[in-house]
Each structure stands twice: as C-alpha cells, then as structure tokens.
C-alpha cells in the first residue's frame, strides 16, 4: 500500500468525489434515518425546521459519534490494525439503537464491501478483516474501500460527513417536500458546518465517543411501524 499523502492530489479528489457520490450504489437515498417520522409528526415542516433537525443531528450525533468512529477506523485500516478496526466496527454496530438503524448500517456495509471486492480494492488483508467485521457496518467498509482507494484519511472523512449530510437533505426535499433551491441552500448553510464536525470528530478522546440520541431513536422506533413511508428508516 502507498502512502496515503502520496497519491496525486486531482486523482484523490475525484476518488473523494466518487465516495461521496449519490450515485455510489450502496441504496443510501433510501433511509432518511427518522426523519421521515419527524415530518410526519409535525416536527418539521420547512426549511428552518429541517435545519435545525438536520444540523443539530450533525453536530451533537454525527460529529461526536459516527464520524468519530469513522475518523478512527480510516486510521486503524491504514495502519492495518485490524483488531482495533473490529472493535469499532462492533462499537458502532452495537450503538444503532433501533432495527432500521441497525439494518441500515449491514446493508449499506455489506454493499459498499461487494462494490470494493467488485472494483478489486481489497488487498488479502483487507479482505480478511471485512470478512472477520461480519456483519460490517458502514463506516467499516468505508474504511476499508479508502484504503483501496489510496486516499488522505482527513479528505476521506470529510467525504463520508458531505455523504451524510447530502443525503439527509434529500431526504428532506422528498418529505416536507421542499424545492432544488431551497435543498441547496440547506447545503450551503449545513456544510458550512462540516469542518468544525471533522475538527471534533479527529479530537474527541475514545472514552467520549457518543451516539447518546434519544430523539432520533424515538423517531427510528416509531418509523418501524408507520403506516405510509417512502424510506427503509
């Protein structure tokens, strides 16, 4: 494996891209992660409510939890730690509180690690972990497909975040709905946050890794049963 900050720096970008592209077939436009609850519920109905939602689920659960997780398997796969790769691997997998987030995180692993078995990233060790992080959780596959991929573990968080927050944005449009205008600029005021949710997720001490979110548990739990759903969470 190369040194990841290495590779040509317009070839790292557009593997980034490709990483954090909607067209990644890996089904992530199928899961709002509660939100469609919430909509449902009542408690978002415009833009200014979605961006609340959806930037404080950035920077109170994404930024301290599962960016965190990623941020250190990127760094465990890298330097080929695999224990300390599966165990957070299982960390996160046992953080999802609900069923759909749990099932969420399988399915999105599961295909993210076909699609790099697939384009031939996986090197033998890599292949081997993803085989010994059954079932894989997403940011376990991510990690590993980085790898493959060759690409600056910081530039690759950040993707993961965009991803993330892109597609809780669009969730949102197809929901409340709103207009392209109005989702862009969702994106322009919600990503604007995304830097200072990579500078805490890179900081924060193990023991303070959290995904405490009761409130997006409660709207995941109750989506399980609700009647009439576009989305799988």
């Not at 408690?43 to 659960?61: K, M, N, S, Y």
């Not at 600056?152 to 709905?177: D, F, R």
Request: hydrophobic residues 50%.
């Amino acid at each position: 494996m190369n040194d990841l900050d290495t590779l040509e720096p317009t070839l790292a970008l557009v593997r980034l891209l490709q990483l954090a592209s909607p067209a990644l077939p890996i089904g992530a436009y199928s899961y709002s992660q509660g939100l469609e609850w919430v909509v449902a519920a009542g408690g978002v109905r415009d833009a200014a409510a979605a961006q609340v939602w959806i930037g404080d689920a950035l920077e109170l659960v994404i930024a301290p939890g599962e960016a965190a997780v990623v941020w250190r398997l990127l760094n465990a796969v890298q330097s080929e730690d695999w224990s300390q790769a599966g165990e957070w691997n299982d960390w996160f997998r046992a953080s999802r509180e609900t069923a759909e987030l749990r099932a969420e995180t399988e399915q999105m692993g599961s295909s993210l690690c076909k699609l790099a078995s697939d384009l031939e990233l996986l090197d033998t060790p890599a292949a081997a972990a993803a085989a010994a992080m059954v079932p894989v959780t997403l940011p376990g596959a991510y990690a590993l497909i980085v790898r493959g991929f060759d690409v600056p573990a910081a530039g690759a968080l950040t993707a993961y975040i965009w991803s993330w927050l892109e597609n809780q944005v669009l969730a949102a449009m197809k929901t409340i709905p709103l207009g392209h205008s109005a989702g862009q600029r969702l994106l322009v005021e919600l990503g604007a946050r995304i830097p200072a949710a990579v500078t805490l997720a890179r900081s924060i001490a193990d023991e303070d890794v959290s995904s405490f979110a009761p409130g997006l548990a409660l709207a995941s739990s109750r989506h399980e049963t609700q009647y009439t759903r576009l989305f799988r969470s």
